[in-house]
């Protein structure tokens, strides 16, 4: 079964620091992996993915993440953090089965201290 | 292309009521999903449809959840007999499937549920 562990609930950073979130999953298969962006009261908007062409992937607001599959994480990084990315930040993994289902982490709420 | 839009966006019931919402995907898209988000948590898979057909269903919380897509376009999601505890952001989300390539859910802005 699969599962996605999001380690710290809430992460702060100042204002062009860098930004690390991270994220740890668990399939029995091969995974596609996620990263998604909630605004306060909005749905999720997706920032990146992977579904197994290169493990540097790069996303939308200068995220990128690298999947390692010895350690079974995909954690979500960025240079220079704005103060228009204070949001949740979610990991998703997806085994393809289910409609190809995501099984979510329980989330990253990053703060950005000016 | 007008993205996933959902209605109502907050819905507030006394216990015992029964809801319902919907979601339309967007418009070329074959899958829809719906998914529940309850506060401080990831959003929750339910059930999912193929064009009409609802194929998988295990997952929804009981059986006074139930959903439909019965022209394979707009969806709905009914919760009979509310409870207190299912109150959450129920999320809607579709994509295109295309053989086996694996494709993105793309997220409609959710409806909330208060119930009292």
Request: charged residues 20%.
């Amino acid at each position: 079964a699969q599962s996605v562990t999001q380690l710290g609930s809430h992460v702060s950073v100042s204002e062009g620091a860098l930004v690390l979130l991270r994220c740890n999953y668990s399939s029995s298969v091969p995974p596609y992996l996620f990263w998604y962006v909630q605004y306060p009261n909005q749905g999720l908007q997706l920032l990146l993915k992977y579904t197994s062409a290169a493990t540097l992937v790069k996303g939308i607001n200068g995220f990128e993440a690298e999947f390692k599959k010895s350690e079974t994480s995909f954690h979500l990084t960025k240079p220079s953090a704005h103060m228009s990315d204070a949001a949740e930040y979610f990991c998703a993994v997806s085994e393809g089965n289910a409609g190809n289902m995501l099984t979510f982490g329980g989330g990253t709420r990053l703060m950005v201290k000016p | 292309d007008t993205g996933v839009s959902q209605d109502p966006r907050h819905k507030i019931t006394k216990r015992g009521q029964n809801v319902t919402f919907r979601c339309d995907p967007i418009s070329e898209h074959n899958r829809l999903y719906w998914y529940r988000q309850t506060l401080g948590q990831g959003p929750e898979f339910l059930t999912y449809f193929q064009n009409e057909a609802q194929l998988e269903k295990s997952r929804l919380l009981s059986d006074r959840f139930s959903a439909e897509r019965p022209k394979g376009s707009f969806s709905t999601l009914e919760i009979q007999r509310t409870e207190q505890g299912d109150s959450a952001m129920y999320l809607c989300a579709s994509s295109l499937s295309i053989g086996t390539k694996f494709e993105t859910q793309y997220f409609g802005p959710g409806t909330r549920l208060l119930v009292l």
